[in-house]
């Protein structure tokens, strides 16, 4: 199948109640790791590019081969610009072929986050693309202990219905206790607000930050109305350790090293395939 928006899936995940991963990727083994859970697993997939990678001259390059590779199966697969930081950088994307785009505005004043994003939706229409903007901020593990209670970065729900009235957005990332990369303590999230918002607003809603959550915590959070999980670190954590014991042979070849990556995104896609209620539900034409 060719790359296909990933707009049909998280609707039908949030109206059955599990969730679509996005899943960050670098290089051609983490891709083909991707590729080998979502076969075994009929999972739908969106393989996500990070906004500073898709600086890199070989952006282009590198949509093209999951493009590829996407067409060698018939789960539906999409490619998504993560955490875009520009409304040019979301337009060149979505003329590099990315299905979907995020439009990171969240550290913007509310006025211009909405002016932005119903830029980038306006745009996006033309393509038949999908639209992801975020409202609150979801900040760094690190920073964590600075967060706290329903406190700063939160999702006000008194913004939501204006904001998704107001931009078209086809999905909202929100920030409810949820954070980037490796917590500092156990994170609490606010499911309550995760719930209200749900009330308000039809779009399917997002959690960015899976790392480091459990599987309890994201049952939780898919049961009260996330419909896409944003995974990163923990695989590429593990891609690394597996390189690190493999290059201790002495008879390690690059192919041994690299190898390394793709396991890790096999292992790690696999199991939060079947966590987040994914595997099986590919829709498949
Ligand atoms: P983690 O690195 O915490 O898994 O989060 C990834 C993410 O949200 C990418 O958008």
Redo the contacts with the bound molecule.
């Keep these: 199948m060719t790359l296909v928006s990933i707009k049909n899936e998280l609707i039908k995940a949030s109206l059955y109640g599990y969730a679509v991963p ?1 899943f ?1 990727v670098f290089e051609m083994q983490g891709i083909e790791g991707v590729m080998d859970a979502l076969i075994e697993k009929r999972a739908p997939t969106i393989f ?1 590019i990070y906004a500073p990678y898709a600086k890199l001259p070989n952006c282009r390059a590198l949509s093209a081969y999951i493009r590829c590779r996407a067409e060698d199966t018939e789960m539906p697969v999409s490619i998504m610009l ?2 875009g930081e520009s409304v040019a950088q979301c337009l060149q994307m979505l003329e590099y072929g990315f299905t979907d785009v995020m439009y990171d505005g969240s550290r913007l004043p509310l006025e211009e986050n909405i002016a932005n994003s119903r830029q980038v939706v306006e745009a996006a229409y033309r393509f038949g693309a999908g639209v992801e903007a975020e409202l609150g901020q979801v900040g760094m ?1 690190d920073d964590y202990e600075s967060l706290g209670g329903r406190g700063y970065g939160f999702t006000d729900p008194q913004t939501v219905e204006i904001f998704v009235n107001e931009t078209g957005v086809d999905f909202l990332a929100i920030a409810f206790g949820n954070a ?2 490796l917590y500092k303590r156990t994170p609490r999230l606010d499911l309550d607000l995760v719930r209200e918002i749900r009330q308000r607003v039809k779009v399917p809603l997002v959690m ?5 959550l459990s599987d309890e915590q994201f049952r939780g959070a898919i049961a009260a109305g996330i419909s896409k999980v ?5 695989i590429m954590n593990s891609a690394t350790e597996n390189m690190r014991s493999a290059a201790a042979d002495p008879t390690a070849s690059m192919f041994s090293i690299s190898e390394g990556i793709r396991t890790a995104y096999h292992q790690w896609c696999g199991q939060l395939y079947d966590i987040f209620g994914t595997s099986g539900k590919a829709s498949v034409r």
């Design positions: 996005l960050d996500g993560d955490h593990g980037h990369g960015h930050g899976g790392t480091g944003n995974f990163a670190t923990s």
